[in-house]
């Protein structure tokens, strides 16, 4: 299995913020990384396919970048609906795999 | 605007089966572009592929589950099922239903259910 780190595994930041949270795989897999944003009771909503694709009806200030096996997203100035807890998770083989989450709070 | 709805009970005896079914709208489980799939997170945890399957039948399972579980689809109903046996209480969770593209550029858990707790306990 592909195992998906990401690094903070919380983080405070402020509204109007630049924030980039990364994602490592352990092996490397091209560019099948996606970017999810969970609210709490809610489900995941896709942000990022394919490392740097913005899925439709996604804030132009979420980018993507990385490929093998380094990833990062960035929110380029955070607004207050942005604080959530965000997933990498990878399409290069299966089992799929998630990375264990972000926690984005508010400073 | 393609919607998921999981459906089930609740409540699950330790060493029965769970079983859920996800009812789509808005879009069609016999679509040869997708995948049709299982999603787990147990109370203040991350996620777990459980497993997903094709219009055809094939299907693709977590190996940490495989054991266990069961995915169908019902192209009739536009439903897709879960079935999950010898629960036990690690096996408490929201269950999501979701889909996943099969192209290359859409290889992504695009759609999602509301998410079903399920609570295995006596």
């Known amino acids: 299995d592909i195992q998906m780190t990401q690094s903070p595994s919380s983080l405070s930041a402020s509204v109007g913020d630049r924030v980039t949270i990364t994602c490592r795989a352990s092996?490397?897999?091209?560019?099948?990384l996606n970017w999810y944003q969970q609210k709490p009771g809610k489900a995941p909503k896709l942000l990022i396919y394919?490392?740097?694709s913005l899925q439709s009806g996604v804030p132009s200030r979420f980018s993507g970048s990385g490929s093998g096996t380094d990833f990062t997203l960035t929110i380029s100035s955070l607004q207050p609906e942005d604080f959530a807890t965000y997933y990498c998770?990878?399409?290069?083989?299966?089992?799929?795999?998630f990375g264990q989450g972000t926690k984005l709070e508010i400073k | 605007q393609v919607q998921l709805q999981e459906s089930g009970p609740g409540l699950v005896q330790p060493s029965e089966t769970l079983s859920l079914t996800c009812t789509v709208s808005?879009?069609?489980?016999?679509?040869?572009?997708?995948?049709w799939s299982w999603i787990r997170q147990p109370p203040g945890k991350g996620l777990e592929w459980i497993g997903y399957?094709?219009?055809?039948?094939?299907?693709n399972y977590n190996p940490s589950l495989k054991s266990r579980v069961t995915i169908s689809v019902d192209t009739s109903k536009n439903q897709f099922s879960l079935k999950l046996s010898s629960v036990t209480a690690a096996d408490t969770a929201v269950y999501y239903c979701?889909?996943?593209?099969?192209?290359?550029?859409?290889?992504?858990?695009?759609?999602w259910g509301q998410g079903t707790l399920v609570t295995v306990s006596s």
């Open positions: 394919a490392a740097s």
């Open positions: 092996q490397s897999m091209s560019s099948y």
């Open positions: 808005g879009g069609s489980v016999s679509s040869g572009s997708y995948y």
């Open positions: 979701a889909r996943y593209g099969t192209s290359r550029g859409s290889l992504a858990f695009d759609y």
């Open positions: 399957i094709y219009h055809s039948g094939s299907t």
């Open positions: 998770q990878q399409s290069f083989s299966t089992p799929h795999t």
